[in-house]
């Protein structure tokens, strides 16, 4: 069977390779992948900063969706003919997170998904929406699960408004799912046109923060101050979601993509009463969860452009340049 490994950090390291497939032990399942999504930490595990001392070579990406091929004898969960998708943080089935549950990331540390067979523990894996395909399935174990969360930690209702930042995969799935729940939106994106297709999507106000460089005070003004964040930018802008956001509201820190080390006004947290919360996706239940209500709504994931199983060079390096409007998807068949 076709498995793409990386042997050494960065992508001239990757190599396509051929294994037997695997057979599942009494407590796994087997899938057979029919597709993947590239999300920002597949870079930083790729390039080798994400993770130390992880064992080389590994099977990269950590977002994936097929077919159950067979299940062992102790599997009740899923039975074969079953589509379902990876689970990303899969220790963690219920709860709050505890530190020895980390460490069995798909993709990184643990194997990822650009193998055409995979055996997973039962609980490593969810059932995907019924009404998805597998490349739209693809596209929701971190992406789709961390918005979800971020807007669960907020506590976002209707008639709330909610500040997303850019048009990526995390910030276009937060929209959906605040539309859903009857708040409104306000998207900030350097590009007109993304901010159009936001609107098309749901969005009520764009924002271009290259015409607008003090956008974090355009959006409170145009608001009264937003009810929730969904922060994805990191250090570069924090500062400014601080101004954006309203009293008592709060912001979901959970990207970092421009820097780690942020520097804000207490002063304005404190007397605006904010609440700032680290988000790294959820649990199992969440994720079943909002399964369930992706597939109530009839959800459907905005893929921007699809990659083939041997076009993984060229995915990366689109997602790098950040020209995409929602998510990159891997199609195994092409």
Known sequence: MRVQQLTGFGLSQ???VDLPAPRPGPNEVLVKFEAASLNYRDHLMVEGRLYKGVPLPIVPISDGAGRVLAVGEKVSRFKPGDRVTTFYKSRWLGG???????GADFGGPAPGVLQDEACFDAYSLALAPRHLDSLQAATLPIAALTAWQALEQAQLT???TLLVLGTGGVSLFALQLARLRGARVVVVSSSDEKLARAKALGAELGINYAKQPQWGAAVHEATGGVDAV??????ATLAQSLEAVGMHGFIGLIGFISGIDASFSLVQAILKRV???G???????EHERMVRAIEAARLEPVIDRVFGF??????????VAGRHFGKIGIDFSR
């Open 275 to 277: 609440r700032l919360q």
């Open 14 to 16: 990757l190599r396509s």
């Open 230 to 235: 969904v922060e994805t930018a990191g250090a």
């Open 279 to 285: 988000i790294s996706v959820a649990s199992l239940e």
């Open 310 to 319: 041997n076009e993984i060079p060229a995915a990366f390096e689109h997602l």
């Open 96 to 102: 709050r997170m505890r530190p020895e549950w980390e």
């Open 158 to 160: 209707s008639g709330q």
